[in-house]
């Protein structure tokens, strides 16, 4: 079975700092991987997937994430931050193949801070 | 405009009553999805549907029912709904060839005493 953790449950950070949020996975088969947005009272928003190939992924509204095998890790990241940027993080996992069962992490409220 | 529809968006109602929330999309996609959403829970998947009359449980499908005789349509029916069904609820569909690709719902808040 695949598991995702999701470390922080709430990050501040200040506007034009860098942020990082922290995905840690379990999986004995290959998974895709994907970060998901969630603005105040709105649905959810695919930010940015890895499905094989180069490890680091672009997303939109310049976030990345880098997938790592080794330490089954697919942190999130921004350069710098907007105010706009404040909204609730999940990252999900799902097997490659075979089924369309997701597993989400607990979430990450991110906060930028004026 | 391409888009996953669900009501109503908001529900009050009772334990026992016997409700049903829709979900329509229209992009003509196979697969189609319901998660609730719980505060420090995170989503959880709770059915999702392959295609027309393919059905399968997810983490959390005790207590609901779901069936999909249109491609267009999956509605979530809880038949004796209890106070630990309060949540946000979201369904979400993708197309067979870039199933990654999930849109999900605005969601539907449901409240039950």
């Known amino acids: 079975a695949q598991s995702v953790t999701q470390l922080d449950s709430q990050v501040p950070v200040f506007e034009e700092a860098p942020v990082e949020l922290r995905c840690n996975y379990s999986?004995?088969?290959?998974?895709?991987l994907f970060w998901y947005v969630q603005y105040p009272n709105q649905g959810l928003q695919l930010l940015l997937k890895?499905?094989?190939?180069?490890?680091l992924v672009k997303g939109i509204n310049g976030f990345e994430a880098e997938f790592n095998k080794s330490q089954t890790s697919f942190h999130l990241r921004k350069p710098s931050v907007h105010i706009s940027d404040t909204a609730e993080y999940f990252c999900?996992?799902?097997?490659?193949?075979?089924?369309?069962?997701?597993?989400f992490g607990t979430g990450t409220r991110l906060k930028v801070l004026a | 405009e391409a888009q996953v529809t669900q009501n109503p968006r908001y529900l009050i109602t009772v334990t026992g009553k016997k409700l049903t929330v829709t979900c329509s999309q229209n992009?003509?996609?196979?697969?189609m999805s319901w998660y609730r959403q719980d505060p420090g829970l995170g989503l959880r998947q709770i059915y999702y549907?392959?295609?027309?009359?393919?059905?399968d449980k997810g983490d959390v499908p005790e207590g609901y029912k779901v069936s999909r005789k249109e491609k267009r349509n999956f509605p979530l029916i809880l038949e004796s709904p209890s106070p630990n069904q309060t949540s946000l609820y979201f369904c979400?569909?993708?197309?067979?060839?870039?199933?990654?690709?999930?849109?999900f719902g605005p969601g539907t808040r449901l409240t039950v005493t």
């Open positions: 549907s392959m295609n027309v009359e393919v059905t």
């Open positions: 979400a569909s993708s197309s067979l060839d870039r199933d990654y690709e999930q849109y």
């Open positions: 890895y499905l094989s190939g180069s490890t």
């Open positions: 999986s004995s088969v290959s998974v895709y």
């Open positions: 992009m003509n996609h196979e697969y």
């Open positions: 999900a996992v799902r097997k490659a193949s075979g089924t369309y069962k997701y597993i």
